[in-house]
């Protein structure tokens, strides 16, 4: 039969089951799907913190959200308008989130009595009329799947376990996806097993099949390609872009990296990624604990490497004296913060702004570091390449704040030509500096206000360092009043001396007299609230923090050009709480610590009333 | 990208400081060494309180150094804190003093990333045995490259005068005014308990033996760990009387040597040997058993339960305390099992930043025109 075809500009769909039920995989190949497609695309996975929880239960739900449109788009947008559930527990916990009208596609023989009572529904939802507000597909998808697969030699298990890709090929043929990169996907990943392969093909094709001769899907719809850059892309995760970033950084510095990490979640990742490219030169250490972790990679900073140590906020906490000593040595190093859900364990794998005050204030002592957040999953690349231009030019540590929204969300990302990546390459002290052949470790260059980083191994130059105060200039320990003084105050103007780029402000016809200012991963669901309210015609002005240490000097003139700012933050207010205290500007905190990320939607009608009452 | 300039020429004057130079060019490539313990000596003012066992120590250390044929530039020291963390100023060679606990993470960075380094960690009883007892039962079991001297003087120095994780049980200090309650650690069975590949013993007041063990420790491929007894005569005197003054040590003192029946006393009285049915080593009179009976060391035993049996022979009062070098086995470093993947993935790169474009285009990539 043929079907209508319809189109659409953007869709949001949210593919929803057990942990065990491989819909992160799912939702990555429709991701990959549509890539190829040329669709912008937002992606949110959504993960819970036990591996297995029991099956079938509300915690044990796993699900991924995949935006696509043919424009630009910034989020993975605010609620899916297809749901696809694999068990009542996915339909439960994920129903809230759906506006009336989307689609839902029940996996239906998951609905049976025992998995209605584990998660508390007393009648089954699919007959007593509650989701009337919503189109509901029923679908068998594990019995169609494993009957598909009846004269495939494989366990009943394993024929089970494919009818997530018989969701893919029916939500493939329902968005006229191009499948051929899945089928490729099925051929590696199962390499070892042919007869998988056979069947998840099998079970994908079966799904396609589906629903071109189903009448319950009566409609297919297209969603154009969206107007991108030429180039060449790919899509990306933060925390992987964050490893390639810091590859990048070795590279174009033409230094050895060396990153010393402990696994802890969201940023395990990076440590995975990384621990694949030793081939550029990069050592990947898993530590016995946070503290050794930076602890290595301090050392290796002292050798001469580009040091590097990856965590979470409960890491950061720990490593915060070694941080403090690297203040003190004045060496380059690189500590990525990928933030969670706090205070304590919090909840590991939700998100939250939660450590921006750590990060600045969070050592013993005077202690300042350069502090920058990347704004989105491929920003994660710049802002490690940023991080390390800071941390070599300086000679500082440099605190990376990532978070699990953006380490975890993906974006399609134009590859960027490797030589037009900043030129990173440093000088190592080589000859004494001293006059009569001595070597002043505390020497600073006048400009940048760094000492010599010399490495061990250089002739002439050996030198004591360490974590007690030291005299100017010659390094030696000291308890002089007046030197201590100078040091610290020379350690504070080192930070304020970073060249950083000013900061940009989104005012298109200039006339806003609101600005929203915003840090890190909440630029995407802020820039399409603004962009919502200009739609609109109510004016509203953007801008964005990268580098929160120092900041930008332009901030000051900025923020006192408009009438009113706002901070919309995933904590409660500490960019606001700064920028009130070093400014002296009366900033609108707008705060929400649910462990998600803001919808457009509540910052667009939050900012409305603002806007409409300057 | 700002200007750097790691190596400024000097922008003011300096004041004239009386730093050590002589030396200055030893090492340098295709000059032969010829340095002496002087060229280890750094301009800085030694500030133990005198008498400190540090100092002798440190002179040991110092004397011993020229015999490595190593320039200068390569050796590393890298301390925590505490009495013996100080060290490394008073080293003519580069040095890192960190933080509490921490010296075997950060000297285990410096160690994979710079072969060409000799890395030598000091260290303390408190330092190594409680705040960085993580660091370095992990450097042990990895088998980084690092010689770790662990100066005991089984109390806290620099904080003046707390016990230690090494402080006999009911030591009476400033905070355990009615005797402490925590058993101490052995170092050498703890070390040995992490599998230590080079694990000994030694004496600060006893230089030829220091240096011997120093000597034996240098030439070890993997972690050496070497516990130095270091008198602090401030806040816990006299702690090793009984191995050093001459009326006591010969009965006391066990010294271990490869490939020798382990015997002691003035005239080699006293024995090791290991009973039948027992578990470990227990000390005889020589007379009162046959010669075959008498345990002959060798430090290259594979299982550490040997060595661990000697590390159980000390009683309460320190009689019976081996020293020298309880193991010595060959297994391969952390540093040299890191550098081979790392070295053999960047042999076949031959310009990393075409492979590293070849790298971001891998995968599902797609064009735009
Ligand atoms: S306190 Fe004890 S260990 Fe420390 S320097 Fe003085 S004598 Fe030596």
Redesign the interface.
Known sequence: MTKKVQQLDRVVIRFAGDSGDGMQLTGDRFT?ET??L?NDISTLPNFPAEIRAPAGTLPGVSSFQVHFADFDILTPGDAPNVLVAMNPAALKANLADLPGGADIIVNTDEFTKRNLVKVGYDANPLEDGSLDRWVVHPVGLTSMTVGALADHDISKKDAERAKNMFALGLLSWMYSRPYA?TIT?LERKFAARPELVAANIAAFKAGWNFGETTEDFGVRYEVK?AK????????ITGNVALA?GL??AG??AKL?V?L?AYPITPASDILHELSK???????T?Q???E???I???????????L?VTTTSGPGIALKG??IS?AIA?ELPLLIVDVQRAGPSTGMPTKTEQADLNMALFGRHGEAPAAVIAPCSPSDCFYAAIEAA?IA??YRTPVLLLSDGYIANGSEPWL?????DL??????????P??????F?PY?R????L?R??A??????????????EKAD??G??SYDPANHDFMVRTRAARIEAI?VPDIEVDDPDGAASVLVLGWGSTYGPIGAACRALRQRGLPVAQAHLRHLNPMPKNLESVLKRYGRVVIPEMNLGQLAHVIRGRYLVDAIPYNQVRGLPFTAAELESMLEDVVKNV | MSEIQGASPPERPRTARNRTSSGADSGRQGVALTLTAKDFKSDQEVRWCPGCGDYAILAAVQSFMPELGIPRERIVFVSGIGCSSRFPYYMNTYGLHSIHGRAPAIATGLSVSRPDLQVWVVTGDGDALSIGGNHLIHALRRNVNLKILLFNNRIYGLTKGQYSPTSELGKVTKSTPAGSADSPFNPISLALGAEASFVARTIDSDRKHLQGVLRSAANHQGSAFVEIYQNCNIFNDGAFDLLKEPDTRDAALIRLEHGSPITFGTDGEFCVVHPPGGFGLEVRETASVSPTEIVVHDETVTEPAYAFALSRLPALDLSHTPVGVFRKVSRPSYDALVRTQVQEAAAKVTDPEREFASLLSSGDTWTII
């Open positions: 990959s890539a190829q040329g990169s996907f390609p991108m850059s030429p180039g060449n892309y790919r899509n390639l590859v990048a590279v174009r050895p060396f010393g490219h030793k081939r550029f030169n990069v050592t250490m530590a016995e604990d503290i050794a972790a602890g290595a990679a301090l050392g290796a900073a002292y050798g001469g490497a040091g004296e070694t000593l040595l231009r070599l030019t590859l960027p030509d490797v030589s900043p030129d990173l390459r440093v000088e190592f002290a080589a000859t500096n001293g006059e009569d052949g001595t002043l020497l260059d006048p400009h940048t760094a010599p980083w490495v061990p191994g250089t002739p002439g130059l050996e030198h004591r360092i360490g974590g007690l200039r010659t030696d320990i060249e």
